[in-house]
């Protein structure tokens, strides 16, 4: 029996192959991007408090309305958007399936959704699984800032969507607010939607604030914003996340989502739910994380590696040039064999793959974790 594939392209991504990789060789693995250390205890607590307390049962269809209510306190402090919890923030089963609801919902065959590379491996497949036809536009070489002009170029009649992603992964740069109100411009008078991948929302450093959509009116009207509740409190493998959006696009979000995983886990979201009375888990996040961006960077400086400005994320892209000829994937094979230490090549992150030496470790771990693998880095 012959099959037909939806994603006859797609195979393993990166991220399995680089951890088996790393689980072969026993190296450190600094390639996928979730933390090696546990939440916060209090977080186990609530969850365990919800479940002994009966909240078993399926949750109503667009989540625990105590959950969308902190969802959308939170919003409103932060970025002065109010998001109406009972009809305009859906809690999903991670970002992920928040973005491939988004594009399930509003992309038809042949519409357009444009991407700019690099980014999220996600991205792409979940277009073509909509019948979307996906269209490329490149990040600026080197600094991987938005490329206005570029974009412009690209919009068509036949546009539905942009997707942007700040912080981003993988190169850990982060929208201005001169960039977000440069979109804004670029969008005005068009029909154009945006899906707001946010899953690093909380990890700013330097003092930056993050420029969500939501801080623009007229971004917010058109925008789906995404974030992770797995990336903000270390808890990745619980798989929770929200999407926010106006009603009117929140209504047609809902219509897929209910088909898709109706609801998600209901003892979390009341956990959660619990733990967010407390604001300082996220609003402390962006010093945590600076500081093992700073510790990880402070063991490189005595190797060849040319380190990338890291303003956002838990992510560290560095320049191997000085190291290596080889090209970005064999070098990180050679790195974890070899060395000991596993990173992802940042050409997994481009449709025809990439010829700068660049490769992204991620920085979520203990600090012995950290100080294992500079150790065996800072030779080099």
């Known amino acids: 029996m012959r099959l037909h594939s939806r994603l006859p392209h797609v195979g393993t991504t990166i991220f399995s192959t680089m951890s088996a990789l790393a689980h072969q060789h026993q190296a450190v693995n600094l390639g996928q991007g979730f933390p090696d250390f546990d939440c916060d205890p209090r977080l186990l607590d609530a969850v365990g408090r919800a479940m002994a307390g009966g909240h078993n049962q399926y949750p109503p269809m667009p989540g625990v309305l105590l959950l969308r209510e902190a969802v959308s306190a939170k919003i409103e402090a932060l970025y002065g958007h109010h998001y109406d919890p009972g009809s305009e923030i859906t809690i999903t089963a991670g970002a992920t399936q928040g973005i491939f609801t988004t594009l399930l919902a509003i992309v038809h065959p042949g519409d357009e959704v444009i991407v700019l590379e690099p980014c999220y491996d996600s991205y792409a497949p979940n277009i073509e699984l909509a019948g979307g036809v996906i269209v490329r536009v490149p990040l600026t070489p080197g600094s991987f800032r938005p490329d206005f002009e570029r974009i412009a170029a690209a919009i068509s009649p036949r546009t539905r969507a942009l997707i942007i992603n700040t912080p981003h992964n993988p190169s850990a740069t982060v929208w201005s607010d001169a960039e977000m109100r440069q979109l804004a411009t670029l969008l005005e008078g068009t029909e154009v939607l945006l899906i707001s991948d946010e899953v ?106 040319k380190l990338l400005r890291t303003q956002g994320s838990y992510f560290q892209c560095v320049d191997y040039s000085a190291i290596s000829a080889l090209g970005d994937a064999e070098f990180c094979q050679w790195l974890t064999r070899e060395v000991g230490v596993a990173a992802i090549p940042l050409s997994a992150f481009y449709a025809g793959g990439s010829s700068a030496p660049v490769i992204r470790f991620c920085f979520a771990k203990q600090d012995e974790t950290l100080s294992l693998a500079l150790s065996k880095l800072g030779g080099l």
């Open 200 to 305: 690093y929302e909380h990890m700013v450093f330097d003092g930056q604030a993050h420029q969500s959509v939501a801080r623009l009116p007229e971004l917010a009207a058109r925008s789906f914003v995404i974030s992770s509740f797995g990336k903000t409190y270390h808890v990745t493998g619980w798989k929770v996340g929200y999407v926010a959006a106006p009603v009117a696009l929140s209504a047609e979000f809902r219509k897929v989502h209910q088909f898709n995983v109706f609801t998600v886990n209901t003892p979390v979201q009341h956990g959660l739910a619990a733990y967010m009375v407390d604001p300082a888990p996220y609003t402390g996040l962006p010093d945590f994380y600076q500081r093992k961006r700073d510790l990880f960077a402070a063991g490189l400086t005595g190797s060849r590696f």
